[in-house]
């Protein structure tokens, strides 16, 4: 069985993994990491995304194997309870989930599209999370949790560069 090395949330793994397993069973079987929810099986939802190596994947998408040498972040990499981070506090107050199945994956694809636009229109944000299905919100709260932690992002003068956009324990 192949042996992969993979950093996730800032902790390496050196994990012995299927050839055929997916990303998203990785994070969840074996690493314990079930905040990464699957909601299809058809590559469609967005629930199962994370960033792999910065950028938004959907993590049914691609073999663990492929990810070998890669560096994950998780919504558990994202923040914590006791120490949101912004976009998480953002969908918190602006009323962004319903039943939450489909957050994780919101929430890090709206931060991968910070990263690469601070100050986005309420259509860039569409945009953004077009590759994200939610069931329950009608999307409206989550436009506005997304503009909201950008404004409250750009005002953070702690947060001085993209990078900082992600999170705790992130190693990219
Ligand atoms: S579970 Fe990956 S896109 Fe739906
Ligand atoms: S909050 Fe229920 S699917 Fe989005």
Redesign the pocket.
């Known amino acids: 069985m192949p042996q992969i090395e993979i950093d996730v949330n800032g902790a390496h793994h050196s994990v012995p993994v299927e050839p055929r397993l997916l990303l998203?069973h990785l994070l969840r079987d074996k690493l314990e990491l079930t905040g990464t929810?699957?909601?299809?099986?058809?590559?469609?939802?967005?629930?199962?995304?994370v960033l792999l190596n910065g950028e938004s994947v959907?993590?049914?998408?691609m073999f663990a194997v492929q990810a070998d040498g890669s560096a994950v972040i998780t919504i558990e990499g994202i923040g914590a309870s006791d120490a949101l981070h912004p976009m998480q506090e953002a969908f918190w107050k602006m009323h962004g989930l319903q039943c939450g199945y489909c957050t994780p994956g919101m929430i890090v694809s709206a931060v991968d599209l910070l990263r690469r636009n601070p100050d986005p229109s309420d259509d860039e944000i569409r945009a953004g999370i077009e590759g994200n299905l939610c069931r329950c919100t009608g999307y409206e709260n989550i436009i506005r949790a997304v503009r909201s932690a950008a404004a409250a992002l750009r005002n953070d003068e702690s947060r001085h560069s993209v990078a900082e956009l992600l999170p705790v324990g992130g190693s990219n």
């Open positions: 998203v929810h699957v909601g299809c099986d058809t590559s469609s939802c967005g629930a199962c995304t959907k993590s049914c998408t």
